[in-house]
């Protein structure tokens, strides 16, 4: 079955520290990935996404993904991390049936 | 406007109540999604509506209904759920294809006592 695996549930780094959030797919053709954030009691919101193109990906609130066909990953990184961003992130793949697959989520607590 | 919205924001019901979640979006997407989602957990599929009709039932109970009356609304109609029914659920839309951005709504918290 195809599956998203997001390594490490809970993430702590400190602010002004590299935030790295790892997913990693299975699958036989090229996915279509994307990194959701999600604050307490609230919606899922999109960071970014992957299609086709280009393999590095910029999103929103200085977040960015590298899709890496070789290693199956789309880890999400930002070089800074800011008290703003501690919530739970989930990475997504979708489907040609209309389906998305979530991993199981990473929360990431961000130290002062 | 890249808004769902949905309604209401919190609810408690009896286990037999009938009580119905309401979302909408105006984007012109042509596929709306509803999902639960338990506490610390990923959101878990339920249906998936495209071009108004029903294409994707993750085998849910009966006691969830699922309604589109035209393209921008989505209904969920609830009836003798369980206490285990409590969780967050989030309505979503999306425009066409598996690589279009997915609109998710800020959910309803529902309590089943």
């Known amino acids: 079955a195809q599956s998203v695996t997001q390594l490490g549930s809970h993430v702590s780094v400190s602010e002004g520290a590299l935030v790295l959030l790892r997913c990693n797919y299975s699958?036989?053709?090229?996915?279509?990935l994307f990194w959701y954030v999600q604050y307490p009691n609230q919606g899922l919101q999109l960071l970014l996404k992957y299609t086709t193109g280009a393999t590095l990906v910029k999103g929103i609130n200085g977040f960015e993904a590298e899709f890496k066909k070789s290693e199956t990953s789309f880890h999400l990184t930002k070089p800074s991390a800011h008290m703003s961003d501690a919530a739970e992130y989930f990475c997504a793949r979708g489907t040609n049936a209309g389906k998305s697959t979530f991993g199981d989520g990473t929360t990431l607590t961000v130290k002062p | 406007d890249t808004e769902v919205t949905q309604t209401p924001k919190h609810l408690v019901m009896g286990m037999t109540n009938k009580k119905s979640l309401k979302c909408e979006q105006h984007?012109?997407?042509?596929?709306m999604y509803w999902y639960k989602q338990k506490a610390k957990k990923p959101p878990e599929l339920m249906f998936v509506y495209s071009y108004e009709k029903l294409s994707i039932n993750e085998s849910v109970p009966s006691r969830f209904s699922p309604e589109c009356p035209n393209s921008s609304l989505l209904n969920l109609h609830l009836h003798a759920l369980q206490p285990e029914d409590s969780a967050l659920y989030l309505c979503a839309s999306r425009s066409q294809g598996p690589a279009d951005t997915q609109y998710f709504g800020p959910g309803t918290r529902l309590t089943v006592l």
């Open positions: 699958s036989s053709v090229p996915p279509y």
């Open positions: 984007m012109g997407h042509r596929a």
